[in-house]
């Protein structure tokens, strides 16, 4: 099982066994972090999972590859598991799809058209083939126990679903991500007729997405980009080039528009891009205007002022196109008169590597067009105004608050709250937090103590916080290593001890001071019977990290090593 | 010396000897980064400095404390450094004066008194009392061969100025950090008509704060942050603990104006802002309201209401008291009803230090208000508006950008063309850049190689880049140790392979596959008559890397270690 560690204090309470008749909800994912969202929902012995989503990791988390949701108390139960609803195709509501699929391959995903193709995407990736049933804003399904309902919601991908979850116990309406702009460039609304109807008929607990939760008013309106891209590119006096999300559907329909109207074709660069935008060319979320795209292989043919790139790496990833063209490592090679445009959000501690790339795009000559010089990017979720019209036309009895940040959360339950929802009735939880409903009402079941399960290459859960910790003294201290060869029937010091430090603020001659120091410790201890390598690498290691620290004021890892020969 | 490493791949051009009547401007530090500001001056063999800052570590320079200016090329020259001015007292213009007056400890700093007072505290540290000359604004002094006239310009600390350099060769106006608040609170403005009477005269080369050159507008009033401050206080029902940078005057003022309008008393928290306000008060730039500071170990009898602590730790550094508190790791327990005000701004890259204080506090149940919720906050440097009445009432013959990143020099060059200042006299320069400087024209002299050196613990300039890089391998993947023991005759394995990793993604169990593959491939050398230990460790290394790579998919460091007894 992953070896995981809480990352709060909070005590954990075993919930009582679950009654018939009682929905027990668990957020197992996205609750004090943005990313990694799953919620599981058991009644009657059955259990369904709301996405199933991976979080990226932070600069204390070093090495590691993604973060997945602590499904494992789920293990026994994957047979009790009557389907997985996905409501959008974001990573970090599919990405850690193929890792519950390893358990049980036949849990049946339910979806929109484009976020199974998406999912079934990166399945094919890990050489899983789903078993996934296709729904649409609108469709009722009834899943085991589970009667779900499905309704549009707008957010930054296109083909979002919230999803009322009905049962025996009360009714859930969980948003998924979404935001309301009331003129969506495909028209697809967030259905708050649907809302209102459902608020009529009575919800029990509105989960809630609390990304903007703390931005004051309304998030502008995605079409107000069009008209800023439309005008770089016509002063663009040489080639375009516009980073995004490869799944940001809307934005890239933009940059077509914007493209074709100023005569410009579009290449589009990026694995992922290209095959996001591929499915979404063929289910036709994206309308491509006849002629529009060329291959990237034959885009250096096209002049300098008719040709727009559409690429990923609007993050600073290093290994995304406008990274390796900012680091002079990409085929395209921007110049004086070249206009790069991010249009995108800036993630919260990718600023570094974004500005990086900005300044090595800025040194080689190009205009480079971003969110904090021009309106090039919208958020995806609702802010604090958005949210209002939810509560007041849904009228919930319980709030959970979910996806985002502690500070998302709490602000988020104060919306709620100044709608006049008592604040008895709002929760802010965390990951493991149990609740059960009946009746209408919600009730705080226990708390389970969930944590970070890693995937570091091609482990998922074998990387502990302990190696993280002992990456992170290595990663800022470095090591030292010492070997010393004894003989194994008296004691004595046969070979060493040898000395190396890596990663160390020190030249190895600097250690020759100690080594007289370690021997006369190692006599003492033979002197004194003692024979253990073991306990003469504590004293190895006591001897050394007393000087290192005394001497030098420095706390590395110490490596020790006595071997008998 | 230390060992540095350029960081940019721009060709390295030695300048030509200096001619007489010449002046030769290097910027040392603050070209392409914020922070570590210096340039050298040089004429008729004598030397001028100003500023000597230090920049602090991203995250790819792990356990790097600072990064000083590369100024070893002055080592040579030290005797001819007629003084250092300082412009003001932030970190990033005095951080390394203490490491340049361990090279000469006399050589004369030249600044205001708030400054020296700041810079005399730090050198008190180090144990270094230096030699100064106060001067203020209007203030005209001979230097060697160097005129300096002192002009008073407004920044986020008092006290601070701009230095024109009068030679023979012609006339440097170097601003330091600057803005214009038109109504500061102190009343101490930028002198546009200091400016003007320099540009009257004539001013060959213009070196100016770039920081915010990409921002449009104008800076924000410092003293429209008061009555924001003034209406929390007003309302908060509980503490209030205010958190800005520890140099902050004119912040720190409000917060004092704020808490004596409110009837509430002052604490101040953390060392360096109980040293710098001693400072600032004993002087007379703040302004301390008779009765309002309190001793923070008698702030716990005083009313909750009635309390205001001033803390550092805005930036969310780890061991500042603002994330002890949101740590539950100071004596001030923050909970219910506290209010936090960050009054500072968010210096990229801090980001998620800053979001995770900031979600701790929130979670112990205060409400804390920062520059993204509030108007707690306003630069300290010139915005895009600002530049362009500088450039319009100096009207400089020549302009170099200082202090900013790439795309901040560009947008500051880009203004001074915007004037009618020809692209051919606004320079984009680099550190190491060499400009000479004669009859009103600059020509590009040459290029020094200068790079980063990283100041760890007690130890300057000893890491290197390929330590940082180590640090970068063993942080992100572990390293992995074998040791072997062989007859130093025969070759035979005597005792091992031993191996053992750490921060690796695996358990050592599974290396005992590798082991007789280790094994094999010694025998096959000692067979080959291979005797020479470090030879066999490649051996080993080879043995081992291809297995690591090709079975576990890793790229670890690598420790063989072969050892003869």
């Known amino acids: 099982m992953p070896d995981t560690d809480n990352d709060n204090d909070s005590n954990v309470i075993a919930p009582a066994p679950l009654a018939r008749g009682t929905l027990r909800i668990i957020p197992i994912g996205g609750l004090g972090e943005i990313g990694r969202n799953m919620t599981s929902y058991e009644i009657d012995g059955k259990i369904l999972i709301v996405d199933c989503g991976v979080l990226f990791p932070e600069e204390h ?36 799809v193929p890792y519950l699929l390893k358990l049980r391959a036949d849990i049946p995903l339910i979806g929109s058209q484009l976020t199974l193709a998406l999912v079934e995407a990166k399945l094919k990736e890990h050489r899983i083939k789903p078993y996934s049933l296709t729904v649409r804003e609108g469709n009722h399904e009834q899943i085991g126990p589970f009667r779900l309902e499905f309704v549009a919601v707008n957010h930054s991908i296109p083909d979002a679903l919230a999803v009322a979850i009905k049962t025996s116990a009360g009714t859930v309406l969980a948003t998924g991500d979404f935001k309301m702009d009331q003129l969506p460039l495909d028209g697809r609304l967030t259905d708050l007729r649907e809302f209102a109807r459902l608020g009529e008929e009575g919800v029990d607990l509105f989960m809630v997405d609390s990304t903007n939760a703390d931005v004051p008013g309304f998030t502008p309106l995605e079409r107000s980009i069009g008209p800023v891209l439309d005008e770089i590119m ?51 979320y994206l309308k491509v205007p006849e002629g ?15 040709i727009v790139y559409m690429s990923t790496g609007s993050q600073g990833e290093p290994m995304a196109v406008l990274s390796r063209m900012a680091n002079r490592d990409h085929q395209i090679e921007v110049g004086e008169g070249d206009t790069v445009i991010l249009a995108s959000s800036l993630i919260p501690g990718n600023e570094n590597a974004v500005y990086r790339v900005i300044d090595g795009l800025t040194k080689l000559g190009a205009n480079v067009v971003h969110k904090a010089n021009a309106k090039v990017h919208v958020s995806g979720h609702a802010a604090a105004g958005e949210l209002l019209y939810c509560y007041n036309i849904l009228k919930p009895k319980n709030v959970l608050p979910i996806h985002g940040e502690y500070r998302h959360l709490f602000a988020n339950a104060k919306l709620a709250r100044d709608t006049g929802i008592p604040e008895r009735n709002t929760f802010i939880g965390e990951n493991g937090s149990v609740y059960d409903l009946r009746d209408g009402v919600v009730t705080v079941a226990g708390q389970l103590d969930l944590g970070f399960v890693y995937v570091d290459g091609s482990t998922v859960g074998e990387i502990t916080d302990a190696d993280l910790k002992d990456r992170r003294i290595l990663g800022e201290e470095g090591f030292i290593s010492v070997i010393v060869v004894v003989d194994a029937t008296t004691g004595r010091v046969i070979s060493g001890p040898e000395i190396h430090a890596r990663g160390f603020a020190e030249d190895d001659s600097v250690f020759e001071d100690v080594k007289p120091k370690i021997i006369a410790a190692l006599a003492d201890a033979a002197h004194n019977g003692v024979r253990d390598p073991r306990a003469l690498s504590q004293i190895v290691r006591r001897t050394l990290g007393g000087w290192v620290n005394r001497r030098l004021r420095r706390r590395p890892m110490l490596v020790p090593l006595v071997i008998e020969a």
């Open 234 to 284: 016509a002063r663009a006096p040489r080639r375009v080039i516009v980073a995004s999300f490869s799944s940001h559907v809307h934005r890239v329909q933009q940059v077509l528009d914007a493209a074709w109207e100023n005569h410009r074709r579009v290449a589009l660069l990026g694995r992922s891009m290209v095959r996001n935008m591929t499915i979404a060319a063929d289910l036709g």
């Open 61 to 96: 988390q070093p090495g590691v590859d993604l973060i997945l949701p602590d499904f494992g108390f789920l293990r026994d139960r994957l047979d009790d598991i009557v389907g997985v609803v996905l409501t959008h195709g974001h990573e970090d509501h599919i990405g850690s």
């Open 292 to 306: 529009v795209l060329v291959d990237y292989k034959k885009a250096g043919d096209i002049p300098d002022d008719e």
